[in-house]
Structures are given as C-alpha cells and as structure tokens.
Nanobody, 119 residues
Framework: QVQLVESGGGLVQPGGSLRLSCSASGSIFSIYLMGWYRQAPGKQRELVATITGSTSYADSVKGRFTISRDNAKNTVYLQMNSLKPDDTAVYYC???????????????WGQGAQVTVSS
C-alpha cells in the first residue's frame, strides 16, 4: 500500500510565501510522476504543477511557484511565493506510483492541505 502525506499549509498574508511538502511511503517500486492540484470553494480541482524529469506549471502560478523533488526521500515540494488571495484553496499532492506488488502504476492522492491567503 502506498500513502501520500502532506504538510505545510496555513494562513499567509498576500505577497507572502509557503512551502508544501508531500512524502510518499509504503511499498514503493517506482515513482513516475508527482504533482500538485488545488481546489477552491465552488470550483473544480485544477492542476498546479507536475514534476518528472522536467517540470510544468499552470499559467496562473508560473514565475511564483516552484515544484521540486527529493528522490532519496520520496518527497515533493511546492514553494509558493508572491501568494495572492486567488491562490486560496485546498492543495492536493498527486503521484503516479507503482507499488511493489503491482504490475502497473496507480494514481494516489494526499489528504489535502488548506492554504489561505488573506490579510
């Protein structure tokens, strides 16, 4: 079984910074991709950033957010700078991971971390 556990959400003023972390644990054979999504109240979940050998970002966060990964720790980070009220959402970690007992990878989700940007 594979689990994704997030940490690092909270309340921050506009213009401030936060860093989210997501650690994958359990019987992991290989991690193919990890990423971050977010869901604001009343809106659909949207992709924020992904990382494989390269990174990609939603246009709304380019230049402000940075996704990175520590392969030794099976952990992905999302550094969020210059935060805006529109960034307020629950942020979910996502991973395409193959477990040791599986022949194909599956998609796993973290429990979500609330990020609130408000003065």
């Amino acid at each position: 079984q594979v689990q994704l556990v997030e940490s690092g959400g909270g309340l921050v003023q506009p213009g401030g910074s936060l860093r989210l972390s997501c650690s994958a644990s359990g019987s992991i054979f290989s991690i193919y991709l990890m990423g971050w999504y977010r869901q604001a109240p009343g809106k659909q979940r949207e992709l924020v950033a992904t990382i494989t050998g390269s990174t990609s970002y939603a246009d709304s966060v380019k230049g402000r957010f940075t996704i990175s990964r520590d392969n030794a720790k099976n952990t992905v980070y999302l550094q969020m700078n210059s935060l805006k009220p529109d960034d307020t959402a629950v942020y979910y970690c996502n991973g395409l991971i193959r477990g040791t007992t599986a022949t194909t990878p599956n998609i796993y989700w973290g429990q979500g971390a609330q990020v609130t940007v408000s003065s």
